[in-house]
């Protein structure tokens, strides 16, 4: 038996066995009350029975193999049991308890002896809260929780059990599939749950509350799995140490910390990200009733303007498009509404149609015949007992019927969450229409919904992010003259320089045309122009030899190079070694403000052409690039290329490479190229 057959049984068992005292007995309670149709086992050699039902003294007193176990006991005895359970071919376990590696070295090494009696059998935990299975009746849950058996749904896995128990008790009309917290994650981990699930048709997409990955490489081979079998991924990150941090002496590694990186991986393997536990659960209420969106297009329609005005203000923040109305659908509209509407998308129809079905119908259905990606009615529904609900039930039918007859995509939506009732929410999902409830977290959902359909139509060949290896503590700086004649060789430009010390200086610019740069060349000395080892715009050999007079106290070698005139703009391109995600890319605005202004964005290796000119497109400084206000562009395609073969450099030193820092890289009009004016690289000792 392996993992996933292990873990296969653990979560759809047709027996149970239960190891503790009161989470044990809670677990029988929860299986009972959800409606487990299978056998429960109580193992406890102090007690008769538990919930009535008879207690065991020890696993080789079962009646049969368990196929699933829930394991409440000090972590000792949890060892011993799961080596048992191992050793009879049981299917999986929970392992509820504490004290664990959450707790120390003590506590790691108990860990390890843990997972190593499991041998081959799956285990979720330990510290952890265990799982509810809602499409199976199994729940494995010492706990209460609020959810409520289903069809399908969603999956949601978490790091943290309280979280779980949280999102359970939602108002929301979710449908929850699974819910499991992995605690621990001794055994198992985030890319073993996915594999799990995404074989089950009746999961409609999965939710990851991540506070960290362990295994990068993996986690990503499992999202790209989801991603081909087109089961949405939605992730709500907490937590934003610094993961495998070493000493920065670059740039690039103060811009590319924990948070960005995550960033990173979730755009490259298509995984919506949410901050707040709201936008996470409405993202995967949409995901779950209307699937992914093939485009950002959006329709509104309300009887107010101020929600209208209220839509378009944030449609814009997010990105979304608000396309125009036709003039077929303008007209129609006119004639429906009458010439005291303004026909415009966002469309606030007025009130003159409350109440009026058939009106309404043909409204909805005209303006959803123009194909948007997702059309929205406003509706914020009554408290219940205030007033009749019956206008509101006649636009939410108007709007049902007017998808059931177009085929289109909507929702429903209520600017306050509190304002979209229960049974309503049930109606508008059994129709397939989402009940959304907040006027932001809708947007957010709409374009999460977008993000993951995109990310499902490209291609999947290259995301997979390659395991590299953590290095050393024991690395060393290398001067700027050494580095740029390393990443020479691989294809990226560098000036046109010699190095001399002070008293040859006027023997070496024979060849190099002023005016010139003179830096100092030191490994000690990052950062040259924080600590005045730069001077630029030199005209002539009298002020070469001044310039290096006043810089004599920090170095006795020198670079010269010619300086570059016709520069577009400045970018940084840069290398980071992290201990989870390998080597890491940055590119963003270069120079001496490149942590003022901080425009950088975040890529994991490979790289390809078209998600580097995707990272530019997302710079401040790709409109200076692009041409701003009448300049001339920048060489788009020699940057490119000259990232490429970054990436090349990276590939070939991964066994040292620590950091790297291009900065600035220099780039000059169409056509004339890169030029990489200063560098820096730390490698591991060889």
């Known amino acids: 038996m392996n993992k996933k057959e292990s873990l296969n049984r653990l979560f759809r068992p047709k027996s149970i066995a239960v190891f503790g005292g009161d989470a044990a007995a809670e677990v029988i309670r929860q299986c009972d009350k959800i409606g487990f149709d299978g056998e429960i086992w109580p193992v406890n050699p102090k007690r008769k029975s538990l919930e009535g039902r008879q207690c065991y003294a020890a696993v080789n007193q079962l009646p049969d193999v368990p196929d699933a176990s829930f394991i409440a006991t000090s972590p000792a005895v949890s060892i011993d049991v799961l080596r048992q359970l191992q050793a009879g071919g049981a299917g999986g376990a929970v392992c509820y308890a504490s004290g664990f590696a959450e707790t120390g070295e003590a506590g790691a090494k108990l860990q390890q002896k843990l997972t190593n009696a499991a041998g081959d059998m799956a285990f979720v935990g330990p510290n952890c809260h265990g799982f509810i299975n809602y499409l199976d009746r199994v729940a494995l849950w010492p706990d209460e929780h609020g959810g409520t058996v289903v069809e399908k749904g969603v999956a949601i896995i978490l790091q943290s059990g309280n979280v779980g128990i949280s999102i359970s008790m939602h108002e929301r009309s979710l449908p929850i599939s699974h819910l499991i917290t992995v605690g621990n994650m001794a055994d198992l981990g985030m890319h073993d749950y996915i594999d799990a699930l995404i074989g089950d048709d009746r999961v409609t997409a999965i939710g990851l509350h991540i506070e960290g990955l362990d295994d990068i490489e993996n986690f990503s081979v499992a999202a790209i799995r989801a991603l081909r079998k087109k089961i949405p991924l939605v992730a709500m990150k907490t937590g934003t140490s610094a993961l495998g941090a070493v000493t920065a002496m670059s ?57 209208a005005s209220m839509i378009a203000d944030q449609a814009e923040k997010l990105d979304l498009k608000m396309v125009a109305f036709s003039d077929h659908t303008k007209n129609k509209l006119v004639k429906l509404l009458g010439e005291r509407v303004q026909i415009a998308n966002p469309l606030d129809y007025h009130t003159y149609i409350w109440g009026d079905y058939a009106t309404m119908l043909q409204c909805f259905k005209t303006v959803l015949e123009e194909t948007f990606d997702c059309s929205i009615l406003v509706l914020d529904y009554p408290r219940e007992g205030v007033c009749s609900m019956a206008a509101w039930e006649i636009a939410e039918k108007a709007l049902v019927d007017a998808v059931s007859a177009t085929g289109q995509r909507a929702v429903v939506m209520s600017t306050m969450s509190e304002n979209l009732p229960a049974m309503a929410r049930e109606r508008l999902i059994d129709a397939g229409v989402s009940p959304m409830q907040g006027l932001r977290e809708c947007l957010q959902s709409i374009r999460a919904a977008a993000f993951i359909g995109d990310a499902q139509a490209r291609d999947t060949q290259n995301l997979a992010v390659p395991h590299i290896p953590t290095m050393p503590a024991e690395s060393s700086l290398l001067d700027e003259v050494h580095s ?65 007079m006043s810089m004599q106290y920090l170095t006795g070698t020198f670079l010269i190079e010619e300086m570059i005139t016709d520069v577009i703009a400045e970018v940084i391109v840069g290398v980071k070694r992290d201990a989870q995600f390998g080597l890491v890319v940055v590119i963003g605005s270069g120079g001496i403000l490149v942590e003022l202004i901080r425009d950088s964005v975040t890529l994991l290796l490979p790289l390809t052409e078209q998600s580097i000119s995707v990272a530019l497109d997302k710079l401040r400084v790709s409109k200076l690039i692009n041409g701003f206000r009448g300049r001339p562009a920048g060489d ?33 009009p169409a056509g004339k190229g890169v030029i990489a004016v200063d560098a820096l690289l730390r490698m591991a000792a060889a």
Do not use: W
């Not at 709201?278 to 101020?306: D, Q, R």
């Not at 395609?637 to 590939?651: P, S």
């Open 636 to 668: 788009r395609a020699a940057t490119i290329e000259a990232i490429l073969n970054v990436q090349k450099f990276a590939l070939n030193h991964q066994e040292r490479l620590l950091e790297l820092d291009i900065n600035p890289l220099l780039i000059r």
């Open 251 to 307: 740039h690039t590694s103060s811009l590319a910390g924990a948070d960005e990186m995550y960033t990173a991986l979730f755009e490259r393997l298509g995984i919506a990200r949410t901050e707040t536990i709201v936008e996470f659960v409405e993202t995967l209420k949409f995901l779950s009733v209307n699937g992914p969106l093939h485009g950002c297009s959006i329709a509104s329609m309300s009887c107010s303007g101020g929600e």
């Open 484 to 548: 740029k004649s390393l990443i020479a060789e691989f294809g990226i430009p560098v000036p046109n320089g010699v190095t001399c010390i002070t008293r040859i200086a006027d023997d070496v610019t024979d060849d190099i045309h002023y005016p010139v740069c003179l830096k100092i060349v030191s490994k000690k000395i990052a950062h040259k122009s924080d600590g005045g080892g730069v001077v630029l715009n030199i005209v002539d050999r009298n002020a070469l030899h001044s310039a290096m």
